[in-house]
Structure formats: structure tokens, C-alpha cells
């Protein structure tokens, strides 16, 4: 099949070259769920505050984003391996522009189980982008470069977490004292009133979002693209049955231990961005929440510097290396969280946020490397997508000790747990393809 660029489907899939506009475009779309994610920390500490929560409570912001990532997902799949990855992209669009439109009758319902309707809807629709996305960049090209090439759609998501954090510093947060002191001095009247004055400014962000949303969706219904799946022959695509599909995986080992390493390592980066805000407010009582969304700020710069970096080591050097370092690294520094009582620990999980950089894509690219019948690609990125679920489950553990200790540095235990699991991952693959004679690297091709 030929596309605008001359490049050829593989029987694979995999093109013979990049299509640079749609590779660009699919690139584009994932900033657009990291801006939703983002503004969850926002979230999490205005709803601490207005709804009264504890550290767990407020944990079910992300239960109920990421819960619908794990349910959808495989739906999701089917129906891309139905119809198409652009179906897969529009649908996600259609219903994340759907869940924005949600928050308006939330805030003035002000009831904190409508918000995460609206949340759960809005993480329905990024099942489907993601599902669609992580899946597709790996496949508009060849075949060797796929993991660079996902590493670089990537790069753009902390674009878009950072936009979030700032719609939500200036739009939903205040100046003047934190929410809490400002509370403290009011009458139960005064509160009530206070309190709906705070949700109303929680829809704020989502009006921006709906408008770029919309003009996405222009854009990509717009465009033509290639389909990127396995071929029988020139004309048919090859098929497999969704039961056939999951024995197949269920077999694959090394596809399993990808799956919980995802698990563990989006739940522990939903944690920490989750508990970073709150751990400026505790660790500083002169700070309010506007100027503590400030590191969040520079925790997702630091996150894209380290997706940065991470390209440029992994295009010279063993891909499993490069992890074991920033894991290794990770660990350590989440250990300065946890014992150092003083804003020294909120520049450490700052750090943190910039060690994230290669995993979620290496390990995503890596797993999906390991379904060699491409028949299953659709559906093995799906339950790929699935392990996002950690982010509904790590940080409620997170919060839950946080709870019984009574110290937020100490929970980021949990978080230390999550991070050694993939350094242990990457060091098993490393030693794997050390005894086979293998030495991997994504590529030292520019993408």
C-alpha cells in the first residue's frame, strides 16, 4: 500500500519509511492526555481541600481515570482492529471532548462522584487515543526504529502535561493563603459558598481543551492514513480471533513480565505527581496550592528533559543499560524524598519526574516487540494499555499510608517498590540478551 511518501507496508505492518505529517500528527495527540493527567494533580489537592478528603479519598480521582483506561481498552482494540487506527484516534477524541463537556454539569452538581463520572468518561476516550497511538507510532515505519519512534511521540506528552499544570495553576487555584487557611476562619454558610465558588473554577481548564480538541479532530478526519496491519497477502489482512489472541499472550513470558512492570511503573508516576503538590504544602506551611503547582511545573520539564536525554543514550547505547541507570537513579532518589525533612525532597521528586523519561515507552515498545505474530498487535497493545490500571490502584496504597503513618515522605515507599520492579525488569532483559549474545539498541538511525 502506497502512502503520500512512498512508503511501503511490510507484510508485518511496519512501513518501509516514515510518513513525517502523520507520524507528526499521532505525535501531536499525545500531549492531549497528558494535559488531562496533569490536571488530575490539580484536581486531587483542590478536592482535598473543598470535599474535605483524606490522603486515600482523594487517591479515587486517578481510581476512576485510570479504571476506565483498563475497561475500555480491549473494546477499544477491537474496534481499531475492526476498522482502523484513525477510527480508533476519532472516537477517542469524539468522547474526550464528550468528558470535558461533563465537567460543567459536575461543578454545579458539586457532588465529588459526578467529578469522577466526568473523569472516568475522559479517561474512556484516552483509552481510545492511547490504545490507538502508542500502538500506531511504533508501526509508521520500519520495524527497527519502532521503540525510537515511540520514545519520540513521547517526548511531546510532558508538552502537554505542563500546559495542564498551568491551566490549572492560574484557572482553578487562587493566590493568598491555601484553601485550608483560608477555610479555617469561615462559617459553615461561608464555606458552602466558598466551596462552590472553587468547583465552579475547576471547569475552566476544560473549555481551552475542548476548543483544541475539536480542531484535532478537524485535522485528522482530514487526513489520510495508512492502515499498518499484517497482510496475508497484498490485498488481505491478516486476522486472528480475540480468544486466539489471548492464548497467545498468556503464553509469551516475556510479554507478562511486561505487563506487570507497566503496572507497577505507570502506577508509581501517577503517584508521585499525584502527592508532589501535596508534599510542598507539607513539607512549607507559607506555600498555598498556586505556588506549589509550581514544581509540578518543573517536575514535567524535567520529565521532558529526561525523555530528551534518553533518546540520545539509547540511540548509542544498550536500550536495557540506559534503563537500569535512570531506574537505578530513580530509586535513589526516591529514597532523599522519604527521609530528608526539608524542601530538598521536593527538588528529589522533581528529579524523580525527570528518571520517568524512557520507561512508559521502552517498556511499551520492548513488550510490544515481543508479540512476534503480528496478528496480535492491536489487541497486545491493548492490554498494554490495560497496565495503566496501576494508576488506579499505586496511588490509593500511597495514600493509604500515608494515611496510617501519618507522613507523606514515607509513603513514597510504595512509589520505591514500583521503581525497583523496573530496574529489576530491564536487568533481567539486559542479562537475557548478554547470555544470547545480543547487544540491542533502538537505533543509531535518525527517526
Request: glycine share 6%; charged share 15%; hydrophobic share 50%.
Amino acid at each position: 500500500m502506497l502512502i503520500k511518501n512512498s512508503a511501503v507496508q511490510q507484510p508485518d505492518g511496519y512501513l518501509s519509511r516514515i510518513p513525517y505529517f502523520q507520524f507528526l500528527l499521532i505525535s501531536l495527540c499525545f500531549p492531549l492526555w497528558g494535559a488531562a493527567a496533569s490536571l488530575n494533580d490539580i484536581l486531587i489537592t483542590q478536592f482535598k481541600s473543598v470535599f474535605t478528603l483524606s490522603d486515600m479519598a482523594t487517591a479515587f480521582v486517578q481510581s476512576a481515570f485510570y479504571a476506565g483506561y483498563f475497561i475500555i481498552a480491549i473494546p477499544a482494540s477491537r474496534i481499531i482492529k475492526r476498522f482502523s487506527y484513525k477510527v480508533g484516534v476519532m472516537i477517542g477524541l469524539a468522547v474526550y471532548i464528550l468528558g470535558c463537556a461533563l465537567f460543567f454539569p459536575a461543578s454545579h452538581m458539586a457532588t465529588y462522584s459526578m467529578f469522577l463520572v466526568a473523569l472516568f468518561a475522559i479517561a474512556v476516550g484516552l483509552s481510545f487515543l492511547e490504545t490507538a497511538c502508542n500502538t500506531y507510532s511504533t508501526m509508521l515505519g520500519p520495524k527497527k526504529t519502532s521503540t525510537l519512534r515511540l520514545n519520540i511521540s513521547q517526548t511531546f506528552y510532558p508538552i502537554g502535561s505542563v500546559l495542564g499544570i498551568l491551566l490549572g495553576k492560574y484557572l482553578v487555584f487562587t493566590d493568598g493563603d491555601s484553601l485550608d487557611a483560608q477555610m479555617a476562619t469561615m462559617t459553615a454558610a461561608e464555606k458552602a459558598a466558598f466551596s462552590s465558588e472553587m468547583l465552579q473554577r475547576t471547569l475552566l481548564p476544560y473549555r481551552y481543551i475542548i476548543m483544541i480538541l475539536v480542531v484535532v479532530f478537524i485535522v485528522v478526519a482530514l487526513t489520510k492514513f495508512p492502515h499498518c496491519k499484517p497482510l496475508v497477502d497484498k490485498t488481505h489482512e491478516a486476522t486472528a480471533k480475540i480468544g486466539e489472541t489471548l492464548a497467545y499472550l498468556r503464553r509469551n513470558k516475556a510479554f507478562l513480565r511486561g505487563i506487570f512492570t507497566q503496572f507497577m511503573y505507570v502506577g508509581m508516576q501517577t503517584a508521585v505527581w499525584s502527592f508532589t503538590i501535596r508534599l510542598a504544602l507539607d513539607l512549607d506551611d507559607s506555600l498555598n496550592e498556586r505556588t506549589a503547582a509550581n514544581y509540578m511545573v518543573y517536575a514535567f520539564i524535567a520529565f521532558f528533559v529526561g525523555k530528551v536525554i534518553a533518546n540520545f543514550l539509547m540511540a548509542r547505547f544498550n536500550v536495557n543499560t540506559v534503563l537500569v541507570a535512570f531506574s537505578a537513579a530513580g530509586s535513589l532518589a526516591i529514597v532523599y524524598v522519604m527521609f530528608v525533612p526539608n524542601m530538598s525532597a521536593v527538588w528529589a521528586a522533581v528529579l524523580v519526574s525527570g528518571l520517568f523519561g524512557p520507561c512508559w515507552a521502552t517498556i511499551f515498545g520492548r513488550t510490544l516487540d515481543s508479540i512476534e505474530d503480528k496478528r496480535h498487535t492491536e489487541t497486545g497493545g491493548a492490554v498494554l494499555i490495560m497496565a495503566i490500571v496501576g494508576g488506579a490502584v499505586i496511588p490509593v496504597l500511597q495514600g493509604l499510608v500515608s494515611d496510617l503513618t501519618g507522613s507523606m515522605q514515607l509513603a513514597f515507599v510504595v512509589s520505591l517498590l514500583c521503581f525497583v520492579v523496573v530496574l529489576l525488569h530491564f536487568r533481567h532483559l539486559r542479562r537475557t540478551e548478554t547470555a544470547e549474545g545480543r547487544v540491542e539498541h533502538v537505533s543509531h538511525q535518525p527517526a
